[in-house]
């Protein structure tokens, strides 16, 4: 694969103005379409394309696992989900308590609990495993998705380990210290991979932010699934100026904790995420701190549905 030496256009001052903002195509000066690996010139990955690289058959049953759970609207996902729409936040949040640019923290209606956290509405959950305390939910668990559809769970893994061959064949050196960090808690991986967790986005664009939380010594892979209607939606690195057009097939290794977002959609969904298209992007990482998680995850009695 050829390589190509990647260059800065912003610096990190401008870039801290685009957090929650969407930029639209115009904004960016090179579009990727092909196999390409970009890098620093200090040899630091920013991101590695590979084209139409994942049988269909392991993209077919991981669509069906998990896009029905992808649908539901959540408002968890902070910054990617744009600057806050104070006039759109549900009944339930009662007086405010903090708020950033992109998240609202509140009492619930009863008073009773100041610490809660909102963001817009997005179209994206998460499958696998999860290492932080959020709530009432303890750390080093299965996620929700895991608990009530373990079978769907299972049914994907190939399609992981498929992604995760990728991920070895093309960045050996990153997947080799990631590996290392994953056999740490090998109860918390993703069958015979290096990933911990997946992200799972339906028909949503994201705003300018960056991936809390991912291994700092890794990378993170995003592969499309659904069908190919879909136009625009592209990857945009923005302190780069580059934009990755990632279709139905591809999968793109890279530095999730270099700012990115997504284009804007030719023909975007409404607000129910309905469109004449369907775009299921999965985000596949290792959590920075599942290597502290021993023992069997949390939620294990919580398995509701094995063969749902």
Request: glycine share 6%; with cysteine.
């Amino acid at each position: 694969m050829k390589e190509y030496l990647i260059h800065e256009k912003l610096n990190n001052n401008d870039l801290s103005k685009l957090i929650g903002k969407y930029i639209d195509i115009n904004f960016f000066e090179k579009i990727i379409n092909k196999d390409s690996y970009y890098l620093t010139k200090t040899g630091k990955t920013i991101f590695c394309l590979k084209k139409n690289v994942v049988p269909q058959n392991l993209m077919d049953t991981a669509y069906n696992s998990f896009v029905n759970y992808a649908k539901y609207p959540r408002a968890n996902r902070g910054a990617a989900a744009g600057i806050i729409e104070q006039d759109k936040l549900p009944k339930y949040v009662g007086e405010i308590t903090k708020k950033t640019d992109t998240r609202i923290y509140y009492k619930s209606m009863d008073g009773k609990d100041g610490n809660r956290a909102i963001s817009n509405i997005a179209r994206s959950a998460i499958a696998g495993y999860y290492d932080r305390k959020i709530g009432s939910a303890p750390p080093c668990r299965l996620t929700r998705f895991n608990t009530r559809h373990y079978n769907k769970f299972l049914k994907s893994i190939p399609y992981v380990e498929c992604i995760n061959n990728v991920y070895e064949t093309y960045t050996p050196e990153y997947h080799k210290i990631q590996m290392d960090q994953a056999k740490e808690s090998p109860l918390y991986l993703i069958g015979n991979s290096c990933f911990s967790t997946l992200t799972l986005n339906y028909n949503w664009r994201t705003a300018c932010h960056y991936d809390n939380g991912d291994f700092c010594n890794g990378l993170s892979i995003i592969s499309v699934l659904g069908d190919d209607k879909w136009q625009g939606c592209m990857i945009g690195f923005p302190k780069y100026k580059i934009a990755v057009n990632v279709r139905v097939g591809d999968v793109i290794i890279m530095d999730s904790h270099e700012m990115h977002c997504n284009t804007e959609f030719k023909d975007p969904p409404d607000n129910d995420g309905n469109a004449n298209y369907n775009r299921l992007s999965v985000v596949l990482y290792l959590r920075e701190h599942m290597n502290t998680c021993k023992g069997l995850p949390n939620g294990l009695n919580k398995i509701e549905k094995f063969f749902t």
